[in-house]
């Protein structure tokens, strides 16, 4: 069964500090990636998403992510973080069999920004 | 434009009984989707209805069950309701046209509470 997992379950840094997040999926074949935030009381929003051509894909708010297909993985960075960016993250794989949309998520990422 | 709205909020019921969560895409969208999110099992993938046809499925039991309407609004319904099924609802919408690169908006979520 296709997976995607998330290795940092709870980040905590300092503002200004950089960030980089890690995304692996489990599978072959076409995907398109996401990366969703979740800010506190708040839904889910599309940080930034990957189909395909640039490989590095900028978002919102700063963020960017990196698709490297031989490693299966699409890691979310920001060079500096503030406070505001406390939310939890979580990666997202649509995998392209038979079209539509059925995304797996992987369980997420909490992180924390301290003053 | 909109986002993506639900209805209810939240909701409380007991077991034994079934309850439907209704949700309105974007407008102009014709795919919409459902998750489940608990802490423990994370963001799972319910259904996919694209132009009032389930185009994908999850791995949810038969209780589980969506419709989609001709003007692209959806209900879920879950019968014969378990403790488990306490539950954040989350519907997302997308085109539903753009078969190998469809975004999905996620709405705020249905907060269902089984007692």
């Not at chain 2, 959806?74 to 539950?87: F, I, K, R, Y």
Request: proline share 3%; with cysteine; charged share 15%.
């Amino acid at each position: 069964a296709q997976s995607v997992s998330q290795h940092n379950h709870h980040v905590i840094l300092s503002e200004a500090a950089s960030l980089e997040l890690g995304c692996n999926y489990s599978y072959g074949g076409t995907v398109n990636l996401f990366w969703y935030v979740q800010y506190p009381g708040q839904h889910l929003q599309l940080l930034l998403k990957y189909f395909s051509g640039d490989p590095l894909v900028k978002g919102i708010k700063g963020f960017e992510a990196e698709f490297i297909k031989s490693k299966f993985s699409f890691n979310l960075r920001k060079p500096s973080v503030q406070w505001s960016d406390t939310a939890e993250y979580f990666c997202a794989v649509n995998r392209l069999t038979g079209g539509g949309n059925k995304l797996t998520f992987g369980t997420g990422t909490q992180l924390k920004v301290e003053l | 434009k909109a986002g993506v709205t639900q209805t209810p909020r939240y909701l409380i019921k007991t077991r034994g009984q079934q309850v439907t969560l209704s949700c309105s895409p974007i407008s102009g969208h014709r795919s919409v989707s459902w998750y489940q999110q608990t802490p423990g099992q994370g963001l799972q993938f319910l259904f996919e209805y694209f132009s009032e046809t389930q185009r994908n499925k999850g791995n949810f039991p038969g209780r589980f069950s969506g419709r989609q309407f001709s003007n692209s609004r959806s209900e879920m319904n879950v019968s014969t309701l378990e403790l488990g099924d306490s539950a954040l609802y989350l519907c997302a919408s997308s085109t539903g046209t753009g078969l190998t690169q469809e975004t999905q908006y996620f709405g705020p979520g249905t907060r269902l509470l089984v007692l």
